[in-house]
């Protein structure tokens, strides 16, 4: 039932994955790869940001060391979206089920895992499904297809994932206050950091992410501390 | 680049990205007990979010008129309680229809 739930919950974020991937296979194949190494890339790391990089130092010869911190670096918002993950799981997440579901710990995932009371291993796992094919085989189609579908199409695909998001965040905030302050933050933040070139050129995108939203949450435990927030937002779902 | 080369950084890449996410949701068993703790990462979730959805949102087609359509869409579905997918599709499809729009009366 809840896998059930999950594999539904995971259809949005797939079709999204489908056209963010069929780019990121078309830039894969354009640096120089084979369309089996940007597909074998895509299953083993299923992440955007951090593959995109990872590319980037492939075609510059770049060495492991460099390939190894890129990571840690672009990637590291997942270790904060881990812990806050599992401090919502339930018993059937056990340490094997939690070496498996952290495979599928991404931005979207996350996003819509963490608006649920409770997170078992069969809804999680059922959550990861869909992005994986769609992550995969979009890959496949971007680097194999490469620019055969007319790009108003795949471009306009690409926005739904931020829709979801949008979709997430609005109704929490229409419920508490402080949650709407620490939001509003958040996005001023990532303005700052999108708009001062400097900054821009500098931080990474993952980087910009984590610390955005860490002191826009720091602020939201100031204003207040004990959330009964959390419990409003979930009573109102 | 070689094929060796190409699997030794495959692997290099695979394990850190998933070792990132697998530590900390292995190693956090227990419930954070201390309620500063607590309400920080129950906030997390939406400081994320927002800090990822704006302004990436408008740099997410290949037109930021489009991009715009489709963020003023989303915010009104969403404010009106609509469905994650109700959303996502009525985002995609204000922008598709606005860069068909432009299409004909270029701007």
């Not at chain 1, 059937?92 to 291993?121: C, K, N």
């Not at chain 1, 999108?194 to 821009?200: M, Q």
């Not at chain 1, 910009?208 to 207040?224: E, K, P, S």
Request: hydrophobic share 55%.
């Amino acid at each position: 039932m809840s896998f059930k739930k999950g594999f539904k919950s995971g259809l949005v974020i797939g079709s999204g994955y489908l056209s963010v991937s069929f780019s990121f296979g078309i830039m894969a194949v354009n640096s120089g790869l084979t369309w089996w190494q940007a597909v074998l890339i895509s299953i083993t790391c299923l992440t955007s940001a951090g593959q995109v990089a990872g590319v980037g130092i492939m075609a510059a010869g770049g060495g492991i060391i460099e390939m190894a911190v890129a990571q840690l670096v672009i990637n590291l918002r997942y270790s904060l979206m881990a812990i806050s993950l599992s401090q919502k799981t339930d018993k059937t997440m056990t340490l094997p089920a939690r070496l498996i579901d952290a495979y599928v710990i991404t931005d979207e995932i996350f996003g819509v895992a963490s608006t649920q009371e409770s997170v078992g291993f069969r809804y999680m796992t059922g959550l990861g499904i869909l992005p994986i094919a769609g992550w995969t085989l979009g890959t496949f189609l971007g680097a194999v297809l490469g620019n055969i579908l007319p790009a108003v199409v795949t471009s306009c695909l690409a926005i739904g994932i931020y829709g979801m998001f949008v979709a997430i965040v609005l109704p929490v905030c229409r419920q508490s206050k402080t949650i709407s302050i620490i939001c509003i933050i958040a996005v001023l933040l990532a303005v700052v950091f999108r708009y001062v070139p400097f900054l821009y050129a500098h931080v990474s995108s993952g980087f910009a992410i984590i610390i955005c939203a860490v002191i826009a949450a720091f602020v939201g435990v100031l204003i207040t501390p004990e959330d009964e927030t959390q419990k409003e937002a979930a009573d109102g779902q | 680049m070689d094929n060796k080369t190409f699997f030794i950084l495959l692997a290099v890449m695979a394990v850190s990205t998933y070792l990132v996410r697998a530590i900390p949701f292995a190693a956090f068993r227990k419930k954070i007990t201390n309620r500063k703790v607590k309400a920080f990462f129950d906030y997390i979730p939406y400081t994320v979010l927002s800090a990822m959805t704006f302004p990436a949102i408008l740099y997410s087609t290949d037109s930021v008129i489009t991009a715009s359509a489709g963020a003023l869409t989303a915010v009104i579905l969403a404010y009106r309680g609509r469905s994650l997918l109700i959303v996502a599709v009525g985002t995609c499809a204000a922008a598709f229809l606005v860069s068909l729009l432009l299409m004909f009366v270029p701007l």
